[in-house]
């Protein structure tokens, strides 16, 4: 039986995680090996030439499920039937620049995609949003997109899930597939809050493995909160390939489900749970399958936790003020 491509949207495709993030979707690892797309890159008009070489390397890859490339810079037309849209485009902070001069800048990117898909997408799209601050970016869509389900509109913390995975592996010399329901809380920021207590190893509780609070505390939560930052000093540039992985990763599971007994990390709308005012979009454990996430319920949460993700939440509540403030949302 012949499948009808999804058309996968991506904006800033002619950016570092662009380039990481489209090959891997063309040869079939953002939706499965067996289902054809169709890409539609979405630049900025200084953009639209790289973008048309990367599309050049694309045709040369001569990929069996690509099924068609567009390039544009008018969203309504990048939006235009999108099943899945990855948000990646974003302004950086530049020298000078305050939180609100970003939060504005950004404003002005997202609240005009968000109603292009509000506008042009298909029935049953569903959105990533990459760029910085990408929670609070997500938050500025999913508002002007009002006849879009809420919860169609996440925000990317699967980087900072696979980097807390990859720390505690190295701490306890575990394999990272013997990790399970690893949680990121909050926001994709320093504050974010990578929580272990409900972990496993190898089907034991991590931090009763790990047994070193002051570890916890000093080491691994800094380490994978800032580990952004660190790759910035390191490369000269931010991160890319490990975010692209991220994303494909975040909508594979989003699209294809989670393992039993397992959970993943997802920054989306909260319904209220465990305290996180509703409408933040903040990072929580969920499950997914058929399409759909549901936030792990019953997760006790202990003093330790409890204030680091209400430090969290404290600066998402922040930034959406700052939104609202600015006329955003
Ligand atoms: P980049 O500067 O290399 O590329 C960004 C691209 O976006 C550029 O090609 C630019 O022309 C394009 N762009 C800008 N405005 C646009 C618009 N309105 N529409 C379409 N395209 C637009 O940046 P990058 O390294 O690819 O990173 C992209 C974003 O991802 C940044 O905001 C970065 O901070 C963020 N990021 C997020 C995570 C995460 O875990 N959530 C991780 C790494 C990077
Ligand atoms: C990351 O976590 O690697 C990025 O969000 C860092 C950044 O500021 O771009």
């Not at 969203?75 to 849209?85: L, M, Q, T």
């Not at 080491?219 to 390939?241: D, L, N, Q, Y």
């Amino acid at each position: 039986m012949t499948r009808t491509p999804v058309n996968v949207t991506v904006t800033g495709a002619a950016g570092q995680i662009g380039y990481a993030l489209l090959f891997r979707i063309a040869s079939g690892h953002l939706l499965g090996a067996d289902v054809p797309v169709k890409l539609r890159l979405l630049e900025i008009p200084q953009g639209l030439k790289a973008a048309e070489g990367t599309a050049m390397e694309l045709d040369d890859c001569a990929f069996p499920l690509l099924k068609g490339i567009d390039i544009t810079d008018d969203p309504n037309v990048g939006f235009a039937g999108a099943n899945v849209a990855l948000l990646v485009g974003a302004r950086p902070r530049t020298k000078g620049m305050e939180r609100g001069d970003l939060l504005s800048a950004n404003g002005g990117i997202f609240k005009p995609q968000g109603k292009a898909i509000n506008d042009n997408a298909a029935d049953d799209i569903k959105v990533l949003v990459v760029g910085n601050p990408a929670n609070t970016n997500a938050l500025i869509a999913q508002a002007a997109a009002p006849d879009v389900p809420a919860e169609r509109f996440t925000a990317m913390t699967r980087l900072d899930h696979n980097r807390a995975i990859s720390q505690l592996a190295a701490k306890t010399g575990a394999a990272v597939s013997d990790i399970k329901r690893l949680t990121i809380w909050g926001n994709h920021s320093a504050t974010q809050y990578p929580d272990i207590f409900h972990a496993e190893i190898a089907g034991k509780n991590a931090a009763e493995t790990v047994n070193d609070e002051a570890w916890l505390a000093d080491t691994f939560i800094p380490t994978v909160a800032k580990r952004g930052a660190a790759i910035i000093e390191a490369r000269g540039a931010s991160s890319a390939a490990s975010a692209a992985n991220a994303a494909i990763d975040h909508v594979h599971t989003w699209v294809n489900g989670t393992a039993e007994g397992d959970w993943t990390s997802m920054g989306i709308p909260s319904d209220g749970s465990y305290g996180v005012p509703e409408g933040l979009i903040s990072s929580f454990p969920v499950t997914t399958k058929d399409g759909r996430y549901e936030i792990v319920q019953g997760l006790d949460i202990n003093e330790f936790s409890r204030a680091r993700i209400d430090a969290s939440v404290k600066e998402l509540a922040e930034e959406r003020d700052a939104v609202r403030g600015l006329g955003l949302i």
